[in-house]
């Protein structure tokens, strides 16, 4: 996960700080074609959106309206007709997040069940098991596993954990990335934008955040970016 995080860094310093419109692409199809050796659908994924949001952020509004829409008839296409995007592991994932879910919403959202928790129940384990019969690589969760097999989404554990209102405090001091489009278009601060959005992504996917060692490059790009917006906003730190 550290090397493919590195490859978010990499493209987003790329599109960000090379000045050749031509040599600055290359060098991002280039990143793509060696992240490629990965095997991860959610790395393809994450890159494709590091650079739509870049040519985004840098289109009028008619163009944004155009991407837009390309961007749904694709990701509809990808879904449809990519196999990796709706094969076994992707039907694992979503019924872990189905289950994960029901017991979000059980909890109204507002109340997370602690740690030290069973992450899927019993049933869903048993219909998770089955879709690896034949398998004996099978990620199969099998006695206290049950206790250490998260649901492949940073995002989902963490609510799963600790509610909805962790998200909300997780993301709230990016807040004026949203309410002054002008901070987004500091060079500094749209690298690790785009650097974290590949993150965000890739966590979505992925067990990420729950382990110190895979989560240490996140939190060192959330938190400069953090204080970079500090520092663009013009206020002290500690009023931030």
């Known amino acids: 996960p550290l090397v493919v995080f590195g490859f978010f860094v990499l493209s987003s310093y790329v599109l960000i700080y090379i000045k050749n419109q031509y040599l600055k692409y290359i060098f991002f199809v280039l990143i793509f074609i060696v992240a490629l050796s990965t095997g991860h659908d959610s790395t393809y994924l994450a890159l494709a959106l590091i650079c739509f949001s870049y040519v985004f952020l840098h289109c009028n509004l008619k163009y944004k309206l155009f991407m837009i829409t390309g961007l749904i008839l694709l990701a509809v296409g990808v879904f449809v007709f990519v196999p990796s995007f709706s094969d076994v592991n992707m039907q694992w994932r979503l019924l872990f997040w189905k289950d994960s879910f029901m017991r979000i919403i059980n909890n109204y959202f507002i109340l997370g069940e602690g740690f030290g928790i069973q992450y899927a129940s019993d049933d869903t384990i048993i219909q998770l098991n089955n879709l690896f019969p034949d398998s004996t690589n099978a990620p199969l969760i099998l006695g206290d596993n049950k206790y250490l097999s ?77 204080f970079k917006l500090t520092e663009k906003s013009g206020l002290p730190t500690n009023e931030q």
């Open 150 to 226: 998260a649901p492949h989404n940073s995002f989902i554990t963490m609510m799963l954990h600790l509610g909805i209102i962790s998200i909300l405090l997780l993301f709230y001091p990016l807040k004026s990335l949203f309410k002054n489009n002008i901070l987004i278009m500091d060079k500094d601060i749209l690298f690790l934008s785009l650097s974290l959005l590949g993150f965000v992504v890739f966590s979505s996917f992925n067990v990420i955040l729950e382990l110190p060692h895979t989560s240490s490059i996140f939190w060192i790009v959330f938190f400069a970016l953090i």
